[in-house]
């Protein structure tokens, strides 16, 4: 299929234009200026997207995936920067359009920076410290201050952020297709593009869905050069992992275990040759020292990068467990009752929970934060069975190259999921969040469930889902009763 046709650009250009002339109408500033600047950048985003899809070989159906995608992430995003003000709290977050207080610091700071005369590489300072890495609030300032000088357009930024969140979708495809099959490379990417964190986070402009987009360029980079051994294919992987580089380090080191893993364990791994690996090892290093670097602007210090690294995880675990303590009297009651060494495993598990479901179907909210809660709610819910689903459907795999990375893969999901769980606390933001940014892998892994258990019919994959229910259905009783009065105020701190 040809990847570009001149027939296409009779639709793209009179949609860029239409909704560009919409988008500026909406925000102030030069309407001129406006116009132009939102045109070019839908007119860039269905070109990358319509090359993507059609290099991707996915046929009508992934195009149609991705367009669904795009549209939700974009609209969806624009719809809750323009409701937020009206429907949301009289907090600066709702008053802003932003869902994330991260996102609204570091949008804020992109502007200062964009509109001084201060260089851009400033953003790399500890001035400007609401990113910690720097990369994101760089190129948000580079956008405003080349692209929206007169005024501060916001949806700027949030139609790049939809952009880069539906540009994994693609980017997965190709990979598991060619290792695995179309039909796990659809469900993976049904996934990706449907789940309810993945639409909110690339519509509020924060990193996830850039690092999930430069996760699928890694992979792809890496399942071509490992398919065909053309060097060529491993420029993806590292622009993937450049782009993880300057958004966030630790996932760029996450994502060469994972893929340094994915290699040990295929069949064809007496072929590396030592300048990858050492190319690997240089890489990890720097990302080591980039992380160490960025944690150090901060008031953690250590001798070394692990130092400083082992002091941040250890200072925000302690952190997280007084926070969650400190909010809610009845947790500060079951902690009083309980041995100190069940603290840590009930935060985890409390986390690992969020966003508890029962909890935002009867919390007292504004509609808009209803609608996102449940949203969010039911889509990690639908989840979590089949990735925990995934242990006994990597173990029936004939093939042994392909159970043990499928396991590999389900190891290095559920340490993150668990580990974010204590990193987030019981914040029902921070956590899903946090858990978001490996969710590529976890798409492949759910994809390659569904379609395991279409083939097999196992009868836990039900069996998981109505106790799942089930606790539910407990958990609800529980909160409409007395008791459960005081437990709802701690699940719900704003919904």
């Keep these: 299929m040809q990847k570009l046709q001149r027939k296409d650009f009779y639709w793209m250009i009179p949609l860029a234009l239409t909704l560009g002339a919409i988008l500026t109408t909406v925000q102030n500033g030069n309407w001129f200026i406006g116009w132009l600047s939102f045109s070019v950048l839908l007119l860039l985003s269905f070109l990358i997207l319509t090359i993507s899809a059609r290099s991707s070989n996915g046929g009508k159906k992934l195009i149609w995936v991705i367009a669904l995608a795009f549209a939700l992430r974009f609209v969806g995003g624009v719809a809750t920067h323009l409701l937020l003000p009206i429907y949301g709290y009289d907090d600066v977050d709702d008053q802003s359009g932003f869902v994330y207080t991260d996102a609204r610091r570091r949008d804020e700071q992109a502007w200062q920076l964009a509109t001084s005369s201060q260089p851009i590489l400033n953003a790399f300072q500890e001035k400007y410290a609401y990113d910690q890495y720097g990369g994101l609030l760089a190129f948000s300032a580079v956008i405003y201050r080349y692209l929206s000088p007169d005024f501060h357009r916001i949806i700027l930024m949030i139609l790049i952020s939809a952009l880069m969140g539906t540009l994994a979708i693609p980017f997965l495809w190709k990979p598991i297709n060619l290792y695995f099959d179309e039909k796990t490379a659809s469900a993976s990417t049904f996934i990706l593009a449907l789940f309810p964190e993945n639409i909110l986070l690339a519509g509020s402009s924060m990193r996830e869905p850039y690092l999930l987009a430069f996760s699928g360029f890694a992979l792809w980079g890496f399942i071509a050069w490992q398919n065909n051994k053309d060097k060529k294919q491993l420029a993806w992987l590292a622009l993937g992992i450049a782009g993880m580089l300057l958004v966030s380090p630790s996932i760029a080191l996450v994502t060469l275990i994972i893929l340094a893993g994915w290699y040990y364990f295929d069949s064809r791994r007496g072929q590396i040759s030592w300048w990858l690996i050492l190319t ?197 009783i529980g909160m409409l009763s007395d008791i459960g009065i005081l437990v709802l105020k701690f699940l719900s701190h704003k919904c």
């Design 280 to 476: 690997a090892i240089l890489v990890f290093l720097i990302g080591l020292v980039i992380l160490s670097s960025a944690l150090s602007r901060g008031s953690l210090h250590g001798n070394s990068p692990f130092a400083v690294i082992n002091n941040f995880v250890r200072e925000s675990l302690k952190w997280n467990i007084y926070k969650v303590e400190e909010e809610s009297g009845w947790v500060q009651k079951l902690f009083d009752e309980m041995p100190a060494w069940m603290h840590l495993p009930f935060v985890m598990i409390y986390g690992f929970l969020q966003p508890v479901l029962p909890a935002i179907l009867i919390a007292p909210t504004t509609i808009i934060w209803k609608i996102i809660g449940i949203l969010r709610a039911i889509g990690w819910y639908a989840l979590f069975p089949a990735l925990l689903m995934a242990w006994g459907a990597g173990t029936s795999i004939k093939q042994e190259a392909k159970r043990k990375i499928i396991l590999w893969l389900s190891l290095i999901v559920w340490a993150w999921i668990l580990f974010t769980a204590l990193r987030g606390g019981g914040d029902q933001w921070d956590n899903p969040r946090y858990r978001t940014i490996l969710f590529l892998w976890q798409a492949i892994l759910a994809g390659y469930v569904w379609v395991w258990w279409r083939e097999v019919k196992n009868v836990w994959f039900q069996r998981l889902y109505l106790m799942e229910l089930f606790l539910c259905w407990c958990l609800l």
